[in-house]
């Protein structure tokens, strides 16, 4: 009895030591998970969402850098869901305000925690404790976290100027805590995540007017959310927010809409037409007054008159502006007849009217611009392209022209046909340079324009910037001067003067733009730069 006692205690024994040292364990989802690195100067891994970046060595590392830029800005991985876990990364020193984003849904969804260098040694205690700053794009900015709960989501934190330093953030649920240069514990914890549970990817960050430079980053994934676990409204915001088929095709239409002038001559049926404006009278209107008159003119012969007639006004105009001689003045009416051309090719003309008998009048300004908005994304959801035109069909030549009553005020014409290409995509701003929430903050969210100064110049000065610049092969810019006054004139244009506000730098008032004159090694003026909606053109000199 008890060698069979002994026995079976030695083959419990051996069963105990074949499971917990042969057999494989089962391992937990944390040993199954491991930590991945990803190349930043792999830029074919990234989105990154209209911003400029460069690849750059900095003390030792290799870097990714966002280039210094107006507005914030996010470079971020593509096709990665990350939910928890661990995110390092080596962000540079560099001032002024850079970071990590993580749960990325779009360029403009994310939360994100920043540093600000510039302060950690600050001589003010105050501003030490906004040097690391947790945010949540688009709605919970620096800004309204510090003015709606004073220092919660901001911290102080020391990282040496100008030198590299880790973060390490550790994202589980609605909580995130920061780490900074191995340290043992965190500098800030945000405890209610502002877009609660969901899940994105992960990415870099820089602010308005500075630069970003990082290296090294890891992700080590956490558990995932136990879906069973949370409320169905929270699962929602787990997934994201998704669209319908229509709701896509619909938004689709927005992005797609191109201003095009010069089309086709494929007819347009009736019934496409109709439902043009069918979806024009629909727009909203005051007091629901609808005010519109759409004037449909397919006539040809019509059409060719308000050409001509076009033309011909806008060569008297530029007559009356200034003395043009016969070679300048046909080079005009040539571009005239073409631009108009390109316009009058569409099959369709719509002069967009309101009545200024209508039972509110004072409105038809905003009521007319919403019925055409609404008839220039109707004909693009139908595949036509269009262009909204003003001063290029002057009011009285098509009241002439096609016989309009006076009682009809002429919002705009726009041509409907099929393009003979669709344009790309001009540059646009980023969103965030449009969108504010909660509240308007000189020099972080708008900018204040520059009141400008007008210096004297002596006339010696002035004349060496009298010449002829070249834009374009067809495009010019003459500079004249009259007494101590000097002009300039881009082909086509009327002569507008320019101010001196320093040696070879104008200003215009007409519009905001700035001209720089560039001088040669020998101080000859050799061209200018025109500084306009945020862009430079140069212009060579070709003519004293």
Not at 37 to 66: H, P, S
Not at 344 to 373: C, E, H, Q
Not at 518 to 532: A, M, N, P
Request: charged fraction near 25%; charge should be positive; include cysteine.
């Amino acid at each position: 009895m008890f060698l069979k006692k002994v026995f079976l205690i030695l083959i419990i024994l051996i069963l105990f030591f074949l499971v917990a040292f042969i057999l494989p364990a089962e391992k937990t989802h944390e040993e199954t998970q491991s930590r991945k690195a990803y190349d930043l100067t792999d830029v074919n891994m990234l989105v990154k969402a209209d911003v400029q970046t460069e690849l750059i060595e900095y003390k030792g590392k290799k870097a990714f850098r966002l280039k210094q830029e107006k507005g914030e800005r996010i470079a971020y991985l593509k096709d990665l869901e990350f939910v928890n876990g661990i995110i390092e990364l080596d962000i540079a020193a560099i001032p002024y305000y850079t970071g990590i984003v993580f749960r990325v849904r779009s360029p403009h969804i994310y939360e994100g925690i920043y540093f600000r260098p510039q302060n950690s040694r600050h001589s003010d205690p105050v501003r030490r404790g906004h040097t690391v700053q947790y945010t949540a794009s688009p709605r919970y900015t620096w800004y309204y976290l510090r003015e709606k709960y004073p220092e919660k989501y901001e911290a102080a934190v020391d990282i040496p100027p100008d030198e590299w330093f880790h973060v390490k953030v550790v994202v589980s649920g609605m909580e995130a805590k920061v780490f900074v240069n191995e340290a043992k514990s965190p500098c800030l914890v945000v405890k209610d995540l502002k877009h609660g549970l969901s899940k994105g990817s992960v990415g870099v960050w820089c602010g308005n007017t500075s630069s970003g430079t990082f290296a090294n980053l890891t992700i080590e994934p956490g558990p995932p959310f136990q879906f069973e676990r949370v409320e169905a409204a929270e699962e929602r915001a787990i997934s994201g927010v998704s669209y319908t088929v229509e709701q896509k095709f619909f938004l689709d239409i927005f992005k797609k809409r191109r201003s095009v002038r010069k089309f086709k001559p494929t007819l347009i049926p009736d019934e496409h037409i109709m439902k043009i404006l069918d979806a024009a009278r629909s727009a909203p209107t005051s007091g629901n007054q609808q005010p519109w008159k759409f004037l449909v003119i397919q006539d040809r012969e019509k059409l060719n008159k308000l050409k001509a007639e076009c033309v011909s006004a806008a060569l008297e105009r530029a007559k009356k502006r200034d003395p043009v001689d016969p070679v300048k003045l046909e080079s005009l009416r040539k571009r005239y007849t073409e631009n108009l051309t390109g316009y009058l090719s569409a099959p369709v003309f719509i002069l967009v009217l309101t009545d200024k008998n209508s039972r509110y009048p004072s409105y038809n300004k905003w009521d007319g611009p919403l019925a055409a908005g609404y008839l220039i994304l109707a004909a693009r959801a139908l595949g036509y392209g269009t262009v909204y035109t003003t001063d290029s069909f002057p009011a009285d030549i098509t009241k002439k022209v096609f016989a309009v009553p006076d009682n009809f005020e002429q919002i705009c014409c726009i041509p409907v046909g099929v393009p003979e290409s669709w344009p790309n995509s001009p540059p646009k701003k980023p969103l965030q340079e449009f969108v504010v929430f909660e509240k308007l903050i000189k020099g972080v969210n708008y900018d204040v324009p520059i009141q400008r100064t007008t210096i004297e110049l002596d006339q010696k000065t002035i004349g060496d910037y009298v010449g002829k610049f070249k834009f374009e092969p067809n495009i010019t810019i003459s500079v004249t001067q009259t007494d101590s006054h000097l002009f300039v004139q881009i082909t086509g244009q009327p002569k507008v003067e320019i101010f001196p506000e320093a040696k070879d730098k104008f200003f215009l008032k007409v519009v905001d733009a700035q001209i720089t004159f560039v001088r040669d090694t020998e101080g000859r003026i050799s061209k200018l730069l025109l500084h306009q909606g945020g862009r430079t053109i140069p212009a060579e000199k070709i003519q004293n």
